[in-house]
């Protein structure tokens, strides 16, 4: 990658250099144990005209989506995320019973269920043909698409233009954040709404957050580089709310050009922190990598010494962001024996480039292991509920960002 993806400058500033990877999501079946594994370089870097963060595309969208391995729905936090978020935009956007709301990248209908459900008309698009269909047979209207402008001129030809566009967590997923971005702009209503959820480059710098870098993330966004993104379009950025999801998320509620109007006082608020944290200047940058190595270092160390010990250590969660850390760390089978996870879909299958098996979550009850290892950290509070029988037998968790936590199992 030699220039930027947003504004075309050469000026490119390393940020963290992760190695190479394999795709974070392209779990393996066990015939595929004896094949090769492409693996892909996972370099961050940012660029110092526009402050855009981002990583080269390397792999495409259609590599990755077209058979997804992550469901919304298998995360009760999120899907109550989603029902707060809708309850909360009908009453902002003003959705009576003829409006039209559109989410992109709309999973397995995690968020449109609850739109079905107040009876107001909606749409999902979504590219992964095995997800897509979930959110169907789950009643939520999806067509099977990537969004790019023909694809929102098209929808919006067939169905009307949208009161309600959302995107959570996919702005960063599309290398062409121009062409995407105008999609959301050929999908809304001329005096509509678009709501996008993304993670805050300044939760990642902040909280030592390197694990949600992979390849399927192209690019990581502060408010000032959003702000920029979504003029390319022909979006306003009017307000934000920073989130906790995902270790730190920030929703951007945008309009078109013409009915924009002044960003609230939350906008200028949020620039200044960023601004503050050096996320603007290359220094916000530099100490970065240093702060990585640091995670790894004290993973790798209570790996080591709780098998010297005889102590046993097993995984929880085979998130995307989880493989990034297993792979940046070298952890194999003989650290981490084996992870569980509640999707069904992934269980049997094994980790990209490190290989560590699947199972179902009963297996940690079955073994009573010393010690588990949450990958998806994000989760801390719903997951430390789910684990709370570790308690048991004496057992404890595990957070290995922002830096390694051990904490009792509670009941």
Known sequence: MTRCRLCGSAALASVVDLG?????????????????????????????????????????????????????SYSTSWVEHARTFVADAVERADLGPDAFVVEVASNDGYLLKHVVDRGIRCLGIEPSVNVGAAAREAGVPTVTEFLDPATGSA?????????????????????????????????????????????HLLTLIEQNQYDTIYHEHFQYYTVASAI???????????????????????????????????????VADVLAREKAAGLQELSGYTEFSARVAKVR??????????????????????????????????????????????NPYKHGRFTPGTRIPILPPEQIAADRPDYVLVLPWNLRAELAEQLSFVHDWGGRLVFPIPELSIVEATS
């Not at 981002?54 to 077209?66: A, D, S, V």
């Not at 959302?166 to 971005?181: L, Q």
């Open 228 to 266: 920029r993104a979504l003029a390319s379009g022909g979006l306003c950025l009017v307000d934000v709310e920073l989130l906790p999801t995902h270790g730190g998320s920030v929703r951007l509620w945008a309009r078109p050009d013409g009915v924009a109007g002044e960003p609230s006082r939350r």
């Open 297 to 342: 270092r004290d993973l790798l160390r209570f790996l080591v010494e709780a098998a010297e010990r005889g102590e046993t250590v097993v995984g929880y969660g085979a998130p995307g962001k989880g493989n990034t850390l297993l792979n940046h760390c070298g952890i194999r089978p003989d650290l981490l024996p084996y992870t569980v996870d509640r």
């Open 20 to 72: 190479a990877t394999p795709p974070c999501e392209s779990f393996l079946a066990a015939d595929q144990l004896a094949e090769p594994e492409p693996t892909y370089p996972l370099h961050l870097r940012v660029c110092t005209d526009c402050w855009l963060a981002q990583i080269p595309p390397l792999i495409t969208p259609e590599e990755t989506f077209t058979q997804y391995a992550y469901f919304s």
């Open 155 to 199: 929808v919006r030809a067939e169905h009307g233009p949208a009161d309600l566009v959302v995107a959570n967590n996919v702005y960063a997923h599309i290398p062409d954040v121009i062409g995407f971005t105008r999609g959301l702009r050929a999908l809304v209503a001329d005096d509509g709404w678009v709501s996008i959820e993304v993670q």
